[in-house]
């Protein structure tokens, strides 16, 4: 992610959550750290013989009922 400040201060509209801007820095600091950390777990090599999860299918479940 390029610009993760834009990014906290557009969420933070988009979701209607006031933000002041002295937690601004704080907010975008956590952010950069789970940026980092999800990349790590995004491009964690895994061996082929690795099954894949079933995807969950809503529209499938809800005809089970």
């Known amino acids: 992610m390029k610009n993760i400040e834009k ?3 557009l969420t933070a509209e988009l979701i ?3 933000l002041q801007s002295e937690h ?3 907010v975008v600091a956590n952010m950069e750290r789970i940026a980092a950390i999800a990349q790590l777990i995004i491009y964690f090599p895994l061996p082929p013989e690795i099954e894949l999860a079933p995807k969950f ?3 499938k479940w809800e005809d089970r009922e």
């Open 24 to 26: 601004l820095p704080g």
């Open 16 to 18: 209607n959550l006031p």
């Open 57 to 59: 299918d809503l529209e």
């Open 7 to 9: 990014y906290v201060e």
